[in-house]
Structures are given as C-alpha cells and as structure tokens.
C-alpha cells in the first residue's frame, strides 16, 4: 500500500488549505484513514480520522474548523482546513490502518503546512 499526499503549503491565519490523499495497492477493508501533523519539537498527534464506513472523530483542537471526507471507491481521503491558526502549522501526514485490529499502519510522505500570522 502506497500513500501520495498532496495540498499543503503556506497559508496566512484565517485562510484554508486542503489536503489529499490517495492510497494505491492492495487496500485492507475495513480501514481508518487519517491525517496526523507533526510540529518541530511536539510528537505527533491525530488531527482527524474516518473509517470506511463513515465514522468520524477529530482532535479538540480542530472541531468545527476541519473536515475530514473520503471515496472508497477511489480510496482517497481529503481534509479541508479553514480558519487556520499558526499552531496548525506542521507536517501533516496520511495514514490508513485496519480496524479494529489497528495492526496494519502505513503512512504517506508528508506535506508541510505553514500558516503565517
């Protein structure tokens, strides 16, 4: 399984950037996919994630400003990011993983979001 993300870039506070993410190969169902961020120094955490049957769950610190989608058909996951503040600033990476189980993890390149004040 391959993860190709795609979106970031710089944004300034208040603006919107979208994120995408296609996944290829041999696709385990049923799956979550996601997005986690990265920022220098802080570990990574989880942004927002939807399995593949719809079910959502996002981190306190985006609810309401984020939104997470995808297409099982075309196993692609987008994230839509308004109202960015600087601390949204960060390498965000795609991942999917087999549910329940969670034992089967891959990740994509990452793509850096930078959001100016």
């Known amino acids: 399984v391959q993860l190709q993300a795609f979106g970031g870039g710089l944004v300034q506070a208040g603006g919107s950037l979208r994120l995408s993410c296609a996944a290829s190969?041999?696709?385990?169902?049923?799956?979550?996919m996601g997005w986690y961020r990265q920022a220098p120094g802080k570990q990574r955490e989880l942004v927002a994630a939807?399995?593949?049957?719809?079910?959502?769950n996002y981190a306190d610190s985006v609810k309401g400003r984020f939104t997470i989608s995808r297409d099982n058909a075309k196993n692609t996951v987008w994230l839509q990011m308004n109202s960015l503040k600087p601390e949204d600033a960060a390498v965000y990476y795609c991942?999917?993983?087999?549910?329940?189980?969670?034992?089967?993890?891959?990740w994509g390149q990452g793509t850096q979001v930078t959001v100016s004040s």
């Open positions: 991942n999917i993983v087999s549910i329940p189980s969670m034992k089967v993890s891959y």
């Open positions: 190969g041999v696709i385990f169902r049923p799956n979550r």
């Open positions: 939807i399995t593949s049957d719809g079910s959502t």
